[in-house]
C-alpha cells in the first residue's frame, strides 16, 4: 500500500509564493493532524474568513517560529486593510517587517489601503456594514478543542458576557469565543482594542446575526 510523503516546506512555501493555493491545499491534506502547521493550512482553506482570521491567529500564538508564521502575519494585515482598518493593519505589517526583517511581503499594504481590489476575495464581504437586524461581537478565538475555548472565555470575561458557539468550518467543527453583542462598530472596535492592549488575545470585530 502506497503511504501518502509529506511534503517539505520548501515546496509548500515555493508553491504559496507563486500563488498556488489550490496545490498547495492539496499537498497539505497530506500532513498529520498533529502537524504543528496544519493550523495555518486549516486557516488557509477555511472559507468562513472569521474563522480563518481566528485560525491564523491561534496560530500565531503558538508557532512564532515556523516558516509560515509571516505569511499568518501577512494575512491578518490584508484582511483589516481589506475591512478598512488601517491602523490596525498598518501595527500588524510593522509586527511583521520588525519580527521576520527578511520576509519579503506578497502585497501592496499601502495600495490596499487606498481602495485597491480586495487581494483575498474571501475577505471582501466583512468590509461591508452591518445589514439591518445584525449587530457586532469581537470574536478572541475559534478552536476544535472545547476547553481551550472555554480557557480563553474566562481570560475575555473580563470585557463581557461571552458566548461560546460550535459552527462547522472547512475543517470540523469549531468552538468559536465571543465577547459581547453591541450596536454599533465602534463600540465593538472599542473593547476589541482594549482587549488587545491588556490580552495576549487576537479581537476581531465580527458581524452577528441575532
Not at 3 to 18: C, E, I
Not at 114 to 135: C, H, I, M, T
Not at 187 to 198: F, G, L
Amino acid at each position: 500500500m502506497l503511504v501518502a510523503v509529506p511534503p517539505d516546506q520548501s515546496t509548500l512555501v515555493r508553491l504559496f509564493r507563486a500563488g498556488d493555493i489550490s496545490q498547495v491545499s492539496r499537498l497539505a491534506d497530506s500532513l498529520p493532524d498533529s502537524s504543528s502547521d496544519r493550523l495555518f493550512f486549516d486557516a488557509l482553506v477555511e472559507s468562513d474568513a472569521s474563522l480563518a482570521v481566528a485560525g491564523y491567529s491561534e496560530f500565531l500564538q503558538k508557532q512564532t517560529d515556523s516558516p509560515w508564521a509571516p505569511y499568518a502575519l501577512e494575512r491578518l494585515s490584508a484582511w483589516e486593510a481589506t475591512k478598512g482598518n488601517s491602523e490596525r493593519a498598518r501595527a500588524l505589517m510593522g509586527r511583521l517587517q520588525t519580527e521576520y526583517p527578511g520576509f519579503t511581503p506578497n502585497f501592496d499594504l499601502q495600495a490596499q489601503l487606498n481602495d485597491a481590489p480586495p487581494v483575498f476575495s474571501k475577505f471582501e464581504p466583512l468590509q461591508r456594514g452591518a445589514p439591518d437586524g445584525r449587530k457586532w461581537s469581537v470574536q478572541v478565538g475559534a478552536y476544535r478543542n472545547r476547553k481551550s475555548a472555554e480557557s480563553v472565555g474566562k481570560k475575555a470575561g473580563a470585557f463581557g458576557k461571552v458566548s461560546i458557539q460550535e459552527k462547522k468550518g472547512s475543517s470540523g467543527v469549531i468552538n468559536v469565543v465571543k465577547v459581547g453583542v453591541f450596536n454599533t462598530k465602534e463600540e465593538a472596535e472599542s473593547v476589541a482594542s482594549k482587549i488587545m492592549k491588556k490580552t495576549d488575545l487576537n479581537a476581531v470585530v465580527v458581524v452577528t446575526v441575532q
